[in-house]
C-alpha cells in the first residue's frame, strides 16, 4: 500500500528556494512513477513535474522548466522537488502523487503541503 507524505512547504519571498520532500510509508515505492502537482483556490490541480522508477525519465510543465528539479531516492522511498527562483505565482498547494506501472492515472495521492511565495 502507498501512503504518501508531502514536507518541506512554507511562505518565503520570491526568487528564493525551497525544497519539497514526499516519503512512501509501503515497501514498492520503487514500482512507481512519481509526481508533482499544485492547486490554489477555485482552480484545476495542475501537473509540475514527474519522474519514472529509477529517475531517467522527467518531465516538467513548461512553467517551471529552468526553475524545478525532481529527484527521488528509492533506497529512501522519497521524491523531491526543488524549487529555484520562485515566484508569487508558485503558491499553491503541492502534491505528490504516485502511479503504477502500466497505469495512465496517478492513484495515490499526499495530503499537500503548502507553499507561498511573497513579492
Known amino acids: 500500500q502507498v501512503q504518501l507524505a508531502e514536507s518541506g512547504g512554507g511562505v518565503v519571498q520570491a526568487g528564493s528556494s525551497l525544497r519539497l520532500s514526499c516519503v512512501d510509508s509501503?515497501?514498492?515505492?520503487?514500482?512507481?512513477?512519481m509526481g508533482w502537482f499544485r492547486q490554489t483556490p477555485g482552480n484545476e490541480r495542475e501537473f509540475v513535474a514527474t519522474?519514472?522508477?529509477?529517475?531517467?525519465?522527467?518531465d516538467f510543465a513548461d512553467s517551471v522548466v529552468g526553475r524545478f528539479a525532481i529527484s527521488r531516492d528509492n533506497a529512501k522511498n522519497t521524491v523531491y522537488l526543488q524549487m529555484d527562483n520562485l515566484k508569487p505565482e508558485d503558491t499553491a498547494v503541492y502534491y505528490c502523487?504516485?502511479?503504477?506501472?502500466?497505469?495512465?492515472?496517478?492513484?495515490?495521492w499526499g495530503q499537500g503541503t503548502q507553499v507561498t511565495v511573497s513579492s
Open positions: 502523487a504516485a502511479r503504477g506501472w502500466g497505469r495512465s492515472e496517478f492513484e495515490y
Open positions: 519522474i519514472n522508477w529509477n529517475g531517467d525519465s522527467r
Open positions: 509501503g515497501d514498492t515505492f520503487e514500482s512507481y512513477a
